[in-house]
């Protein structure tokens, strides 16, 4: 068996260690520490625009944290993209409120505007109005932020912008992590950089901030003993976890840069070929290029090519399953347009680790096109 190619593996730097080493040493094994502090101050002055990063346990810890900070709680609505991970969506479950799908347009694969607005006016007609708007940039392609926005703005309900794949994407000239009311992060294993499991929450001022860092220790009062007069959470990153951070943080856009060549290589390896297409850049859009996705001419093309991959022993995956075609999902509202359903069908993610060699690229090259041969 050839050795396995994966869709997206954690890239270690080197530097790393020396973090961990530092915090083994001055016994900062805790979730508080001069890594997390380092950790979060490296987040700031990458995403610039004058945020206040908080890091937690992961990106789902951050979303429902955001809502909780939104006066999220039983029996309210929450709008949500329909096409992203499920992790998107449950934390509006864990507050005991309802999520509301909205579907995608064909630009960025993201929420769509038209649908978003047609969501909420017909929400607001059935006597709810919705509490926010989790948008999501996915596999680092920016949303629409300023359409998003000039329809969130138009009826008063916040976003919260899901920024888990996109880390190091711009729009226009901003960073993806500064668009919405709240924006979160996420440093899984597979993301673009990693702390193993971690993520963050990044608000727009010091007192959101130190809210959400409340929240996330237990909500402990100002008292000598163990004073509560609400519910907290265990939230917050492990010291040791964030000096993965901060030596990722120093490759952040080494991996970006990689992540688009990959993807650049894939596009130059099959522009030509009349059954795959590319998601291109609009103007002004920046993608991290997080994973490289293609959508075939059928869904048949699409698992004959996952199948062929597969036994060539590369992994290769379908385009996320939208929300409102989930079992746990499927019975909430959804306003659709059919475009999320046909990239499920159609799309596949390629492997597009920052660690992928020439050898492995030109691997998965020859496996695509003697399938393209023989199909
Ligand atoms: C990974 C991911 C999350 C969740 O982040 P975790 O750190 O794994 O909890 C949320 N939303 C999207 C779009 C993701 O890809």
Redesign the pocket.
């Known amino acids: 068996m050839k050795p396995k190619i994966w869709l997206s593996s954690p890239h270690m730097s080197g530097n790393e260690l020396s973090y961990i080493n530092e915090a083994f040493d001055t016994n900062w094994v805790a979730p508080l520490g001069p890594n997390v502090n380092g950790f979060e101050s490296d987040l700031q002055f990458y995403l610039k625009d004058n945020k206040h990063v908080a890091a937690l346990a992961?990106?789902?810890?951050?979303?429902h944290l955001s809502l909780i900070m939104l006066g999220v709680s039983h029996g309210d609505e929450v709008i949500c993209q329909s096409k992203?991970?499920s992790?998107?969506a449950n934390p509006i479950v864990y507050q005991g409120a309802s999520p509301v799908f909205v579907d995608s347009e064909r630009d960025t694969w993201n929420m769509c505007p038209e649908q978003l607005e047609i969501a909420i006016k017909d929400r607001i007609s059935k006597g709810t109005k919705p509490k926010a708007i989790i948008a999501?940039h996915?596999y680092g392609m920016p949303y629409k932020a300023d359409e998003i926005n000039e329809v969130a703005l138009k009826y008063s309900i916040p976003v919260l912008e899901?920024s888990?794949?996109s880390l190091g994407s711009l729009y226009k000239g901003k960073n993806c992590g500064t668009l919405g009311d709240f924006s979160?992060l996420?440093?899984?294993g597979?993301?673009i950089i990693t702390t193993s499991?971690?993520?963050a929450i990044v608000t727009k001022s010091k007192e959101l901030k130190q809210h959400a860092v409340f929240l996330a220790t237990q909500a402990r009062d100002d008292a000598p003993h163990y004073l509560h007069s609400q519910i907290g959470y265990n939230y917050r990153m492990s010291n040791i976890l964030a000096g993965i951070g901060r030596g990722q943080m120093r490759i952040l856009d080494s991996h970006v840069a990689k992540r688009r060549s990959n993807h650049q290589f894939y596009f130059d390896a099959f522009n030509h070929n009349s059954k795959i297409t590319f998601l291109k850049e609009p103007k002004g859009y920046f993608s991290n290029r997080w994973l490289s996705c293609i959508l075939l001419d059928s869904k048949e093309t699409r698992e004959g090519l996952r199948l062929a991959l597969e036994k060539e022993n590369i992994e290769s995956r379908p385009l996320w399953k939208p929300m409102h075609q989930q079992p746990i999902f499927k019975d909430y509202p959804s306003y659709l347009n059919g475009v999320s359903d046909e990239l499920f069908e159609k799309g596949l993610c390629l492997p597009s680790g920052s660690n992928l060699t020439d050898n492995e690229l030109e691997r998965i090259a020859s496996t695509i096109n003697s399938y393209f041969v023989t199909c």
């Open positions: 992961s990106g789902t810890s951050a979303l992203t991970f992790a998107s999501v996915l899901d888990a794949e979160i996420s440093f899984n597979n993301k499991g971690g993520g």
